[in-house]
């Protein structure tokens, strides 16, 4: 274990609270390095990695393909602005969206630095292909912190106290979540209702829904319920936007969430591990529809970095490939069947949900304490986890899908050990 300085986590958090803005919240974690599934302290400590930034390392921290393709770029040129000068690596990430387009139709993508800002694009798109302004969006929805989409995001707490007035003309329908009660029946009764109630459906030019629900406590839509929504959307000329920042770039086997459901959405946006650890997000969508909005309308002088194209052209050739869906279902069957025995010994789990390797257990206590208490618990064992959820009360697992087993199954006892020490007094794990 290499310990350059005894308290160098101490003296870097201390600058922390000093100078950088108390807003942005970070656990007792100063990083020093990383590489795979492991993450490498400021005083030396491991921890295995099963939080990836949250969900950015799909495929591991400082994947080697990665890492060279961006030495390489790096000796050619690091900044243009695609609307100064055209370079290739922005086209072929785009390229590479249009082959992995979940549909026939044919394509077009726009290259941008952030989810927040792929979503704010997308809608962009959608008001002006239809000539609408309204959007749907869902319970436990989370699109982003800009001001649009924290008017998309659902959460008060801490998405939105405070920041408003939000952007108008943002409806909020309901969103099936079967555990606690809400079904696609009633969720799809709930959006009808809204159509009667709040909008018109003939000024709604979009509905944004994430397939696996991630900010939300890693809800998947129900099997039947996208299609169902899809033909609602048709109905009424409205574009379905497929919002795959957490559950895309291979994170549920697929290389998108929503083909496990069999629907060609209008638009979809992607962002987090698609760069492979660097800023990168996008909109790809039907090309009549990208292709409304005339040139100048969309753009932004950092997006689609060179650097960061170059490092999502090595990510998407690779979730593409047979080879990573194959070993992401072998992970997703591995974290399943620990979950599912964890949640029978331990009465607080209520139920374990996910799609693929997008797996997340959740509490029957609506509150936030024990899973708290759980990330808190499993970091000081050297694990690192994250929750989610509008009650704060879900477990998520984002381990990156290039983990071994034994990585896989040691942060899986991390993690029991830390629900044991979590729970005691409350129930005893048998
Ligand atoms: C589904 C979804 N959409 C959008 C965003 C916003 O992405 P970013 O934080 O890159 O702006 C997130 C971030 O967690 C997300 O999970």
Not at 304 to 318: K, M
Request: aromatic content about 6%; overall charge negative.
């Amino acid at each position: 274990m290499r310990v350059e300085h005894p308290a160098a986590s101490d003296r870097v958090t201390q600058a922390r609270q000093r100078y950088v803005a108390r807003g942005v919240s970070t656990p007792r974690l100063v990083v020093d390095r990383a590489e795979g599934a492991t993450i490498w302290d400021a005083d030396g400590r491991e921890y295995l990695d099963f939080g990836g930034g949250i969900a950015c390392q799909n495929l591991g921290h400082r994947p080697a393909g990665v890492v060279r393709a961006i030495h390489e770029q790096a000796d050619r040129y690091l900044h243009q602005c695609f609307m100064v000068g055209t370079y290739e690596p922005y086209v072929e990430v785009c390229r590479r969206l249009s082959e992995l387009w979940p549909g026939s139709s044919p394509t077009k993508s726009l290259l941008v630095n952030s989810g927040a800002e792929a979503v704010e694009n997308a809608v962009k798109i959608a008001r002006v292909a239809t000539g609408r302004s309204g959007v749907v969006v869902f319970d436990h929805a989370f699109h982003g912190r800009t001001n649009l989409t924290m008017a998309m995001t659902s959460k008060v707490v801490p998405y939105k106290q405070g920041f408003g007035p939000f952007a108008p003309d943002v409806y909020r329908a309901p969103g099936p979540y079967p555990y606690r009660g809400v079904s696609s029946d009633d969720a799809l009764r709930g959006l009808e209702l809204l159509f009667k109630q709040d909008v018109d459906p003939q000024s709604v030019a979009c509905v944004v829904l994430e397939p696996v629900q991630g900010e939300g406590g890693f809800i998947p839509m129900p099997d039947d319920y996208v299609p169902r929504l899809k033909e609602l959307c048709e109905r009424h000329g409205i574009l379905y936007v497929d919002d795959e920042v957490q559950s895309g770039t291979g994170r549920t086997g697929t290389v998108w969430g929503i083909e496990h459901y069999g629907v060609e959405p209008d638009l979809l946006v992607s962002g987090k591990s698609i760069g492979g650890g660097l800023p990168l997000a996008g909109v790809t969508g039907k090309a009549e529809l990208v292709d409304a909005v005339p040139p100048g309308g969309l753009g932004g002088t950092f997006g689609g970095n060179p650097l960061a194209c170059a490092a999502a052209c090595v990510v998407l050739d690779e979730v593409g490939s047979d080879g990573f869906r194959a070993r992401a279902e072998q992970v997703a069957a591995l974290l399943r069947g620990r979950l599912d025995e964890l949640a029978g010994r331990f009465p607080a789990v209520g139920e374990v949900r996910g799609l693929g390797a997008m797996l997340a257990l959740e509490f029957v206590d609506p509150e936030p304490d024990l899973a708290r208490a759980v990330t808190v618990e499993a970091l000081g064992r050297g694990l690192i986890m994250l929750s989610c959820g509008i009650y704060g009360n879900v477990i998520r697992l984002l381990p990156p899908l290039a983990a071994t087993d034994d990585e896989l199954e040691r942060g899986l006892d991390l993690l029991e050990e830390a629900l044991g020490a979590a729970t005691a007094g409350r129930d005893a794990g048998a």
